[in-house]
């Protein structure tokens, strides 16, 4: 069993910045691939970016430039750094750990975490 804990949600003003981390503990297998998601109100969860255990991070096209997701693993943790915050990126935001290659029963979500962008 895994579990994944994330921290560093809040308010914060368009243009700022805010970092996210998450925590996995657990039964961590060695390839694996970290994620954030994103869940707006009304709106389907999406992915905002993604790490695997070894290889590069790809970014949806809405943060690329904006969030840079990283990842220890020797800590297995996966912080996401989001700068030049927009009231678009208002949503709860979740960390993801899942098998690579995938398989179902290797799929763990964190409780998410919010994020708000106001004035």
């Known amino acids: 069993q895994v579990r994944l804990v994330e921290s560093g949600g809040g308010l914060v003003q368009p243009g700022g910045s805010l970092r996210l981390s998450c925590t996995a503990s657990?039964?961590?297998?060695?390839?694996?691939?970290m994620d954030w998601y994103r869940q707006a109100p009304g709106k389907q969860r999406e992915l905002v970016a993604t790490?695997?255990?070894?290889?590069?991070?790809n970014y949806a096209e809405s943060v690329k430039g904006r969030f840079t997701i990283s990842r220890d693993n020797a800590k297995n943790t996966v912080d996401l750094q989001m700068n030049s915050l927009i009231p678009e990126d208002t949503a709860v935001y979740y960390c993801?750990?899942?098998?690579?290659?995938?398989?179902?029963?290797?799929?763990?979500w964190g409780q998410g975490t919010q994020v708000t962008v106001s004035l």
């Open positions: 993801r750990l899942r098998a690579w290659p995938y398989r179902q029963n290797y799929d763990y």
């Open positions: 790490v695997p255990s070894v290889g590069r991070a």
């Open positions: 657990g039964s961590i297998i060695s390839v694996n691939v």
